[in-house]
């Protein structure tokens, strides 16, 4: 079983946010898959799970009820409940060094200024899980404080790549449950999402 995390803050007031495009890409999974999310008994504070297929590969796919800054407290239950270590897990996230619409599959590494991947590191105790980085960096990061930035919604004349990244970050999810990290890595790295692609 391979469990997916996509990280996020919960609640309506940052459902817009740069920082939950992970959130908005595992919502797309689940509803392609048919699955819906709940909160399973023992994970119910932490994070709302939905189960589904990917190819012959049976998944999790989970968002943290943590807030960012504490997803390591999620994945270390969501791991424990499912029985799986750090090289079964995938994790999605926001990533605000990364030009808007581009995307990157990285088989493990460091936090990169990203709070929610350092929890994640210090929590398990380990960098070597593989990571979707979906680029969120648009007009006006060079002149804002990071944590601003990504907990400012998108604005509306970009909206028309994030959607197709959201699509992009879907598609690439289902690509590394199927296919492995290397494979998908062949076929997504470096991808940028344009407003007519």
Known sequence: MKVVLALGNPGARYAGNRHNIGFRVADLLASRAGARFVREPGLGGVCETARFRAGE???????PRTYMNRSGRAALALLGACGAGPGELLVVHDEADLDLGRIRILPEGGAGGHNGVRSLIDALGTREFARIRLGVRGVGRES???????????????????????????????????EGVESARGRFHGLRAGAGA
Request: avoid cysteine.
């Open 57 to 63: 590969q049976d998944s999790i796919l989970a968002k």
């Open 144 to 178: 804002a404080e990071l944590a601003d930035y990504v907990l400012a919604d998108f604005d509306p004349e970009e909206r028309p790549v994030v959607e197709r990244l959201v699509v992009l970050g879907a598609e690439a999810v289902e690509a590394v449950l199927a």
